[in-house]
Structures are given as C-alpha cells and as structure tokens.
C-alpha cells in the first residue's frame, strides 16, 4: 500500500493550491478517505474527509470550510485537495489517510507555506 501525496508548495495569502494524493494497493472509491495537517511545532489537525461508495459525502473542518473542497478520481485512484483563499494559518504539512476504523495508512505528506 502506498499513498504518495504531491502539490505542495509556496504560495501568496489568498492563493490555491491543489494537492492530490496517488494511492496503489487499494481502491479509494471503497474507503473512507481523509487529509490531516500538521502546523509547524503542533499537532495532527483533521482537515477534511470523504466516504466510501458513490455518494461522495464529504465534511471539513470548520477552519476550512467553504475555502477547500476534497475530492477523488475513481479512474486515477487519486485523491485531491483543493485549496482556495490560502491563510499563513494553513502553513502545514498535509498527509492523506485511510479511514479503516482509524487512519491506518498515510503517505508522508506534502508542505504547504503561505506567506503573509
């Protein structure tokens, strides 16, 4: 199993960025599926995630809510961030999780900085 994450980067306050997270070993569409950061000197903060199957329900974070929007592509077996209206707040490390009764894989995560 891997979950390779990519898309990270610098960017200006109020910014976008799109990170995407390619899976192998598993099949997205039938997981639950979560993106997790972590703030430079803190700890884990849950983003945002999605459900298995094809309903695509999703929930986010109340600190990102109506500025990123998480998704997938059943075909590429890819799961993405969308991130609009960057904050110096979002300044994290971003990792993407399975959900299987807790996060049981990860990838190592991609850095995201947003610069005042």
């Known amino acids: 199993v891997y979950l390779v994450e990519s898309g990270g980067g610098l960017v200006q306050t109020g910014g976008s960025l799109t990170l995407s997270c390619k899976v192998s070993?598993?099949?997205?569409?039938?997981?639950?599926m979560s993106w997790v950061r972590q703030a430079p000197g803190k700890g884990l903060e849950w983003v945002s995630d999605?459900?298995?199957?094809?309903?695509?329900?999703?929930d986010y974070a109340d600190s990102v809510k109506g500025r990123f929007t998480i998704s997938r592509d059943r075909v590429k077996n890819t799961l993405y961030l969308q991130m609009n209206s960057l904050k110096p707040e979002d300044t994290a490390v971003y990792y993407c999780?399975?959900?299987?009764?807790?996060?049981?894989?990860w990838g190592k995560g991609t850095l995201v900085t947003v610069s005042s």
């Open positions: 999780a399975r959900w299987d009764g807790g996060m049981d894989y």
């Open positions: 070993g598993f099949t997205v569409s039938r997981h639950d």
């Open positions: 999605i459900n298995s199957g094809n309903s695509d329900v999703t």
